[in-house]
């Protein structure tokens, strides 16, 4: 009993000590956790680092599929370290930060959703506007997955605070934005129509009814 106590007294001592390792005693500790734990999808975790935040709420639900698109574009994340200037508890880093493009992923997964859309539609079937919205969200992530799939770099200012001898990063809609691969431009093009205008004649039938069910992907995947 005595050596059980003892080895959950020990168990007990290194987390303690792991966890206070995880401490961003620096401003590039915290980029650097930061961009760890959100290419291992732990925001929880990734949000320990950050002191400010008002950008996407991918994590009250997932009723819209987000947070799977979120998960996908998170585990492609790269953040180079251009510079960091510091005055006493406050501070700016210029970033690259680097994601798959959402923009471009959108549209490619238009092509091919749409298409399949239309084949289905047109052999008679009904699809619903959540099996639509499904199908998309698969292939968006599908798509950020590929190897090939393009990437965007973007620097960007981000300003960090230090409290109690931890830094953190200060993160806004705009820069929050651009670590998930411009998902407001992306989301926009869907509400906007651009979604479905994107994808070419040949990847869909040019007739009235292919034209209907495009126009109806976007709708779905909007809603």
């Known amino acids: 009993m005595k ?19 995880n401490n ?18 732990n925001y929880k975790a990734a949000f320990n680092y950050v002191s400010e935040y008002d950008g996407l709420k991918f994590d009250s639900g997932d009723k819209d599929g987000t947070k799977k698109i979120v998960d996908a574009v998170a585990k492609t994340l790269e953040i180079e370290i251009v510079s960091i200037d510091t005055s006493g ?9 680097t994601t798959v493009d959402l923009r471009d992923i ?35 992530s599908r798509e950020a997955a590929l190897s090939d799939s393009k ?13 109690k001898d931890k830094w953190y990063l200060i993160l806004d809609s ?3 934005n651009v670590i998930m691969g411009y998902i407001n431009e992306a989301n926009a093009m ?13 990847d869909i039938q040019s007739d009235s009814t292919a034209d209907a069910v495009s126009s109806d992907a976007a709708s779905s995947a909007a809603a």
């Open 3 to 21: 050596k059980i106590r003892a080895l959950a007294l020990i168990t007990a001592l290194l987390m303690l000590v792991l966890t206070a390792c």
């Open 24 to 41: 961003a005693k620096t401003p590039e500790q915290a980029i650097k956790f930061f961009n760890n734990e959100m290419n291992d999808c």
């Open 89 to 97: 508890a406050t501070g700016v880093a210029v970033l690259n930060i």
């Open 106 to 140: 959108y549209s490619k997964a238009a092509a091919v959703v749409t298409h399949n859309y239309v084949d289905t539609v047109l052999g008679g079937a009904k699809i619903s506007a959540e099996e639509m919205r499904d199908t998309l969200v698969d292939e968006i």
């Open 151 to 163: 990437k965007v770099t973007t620097e960007c200012k981000i300003n960090l605070t230090k409290e």
């Open 174 to 176: 705009e820069s929050f």
């Open 190 to 202: 869907v509400e906007s129509g651009e979604f479905a205008s994107n994808v070419s004649d040949s």
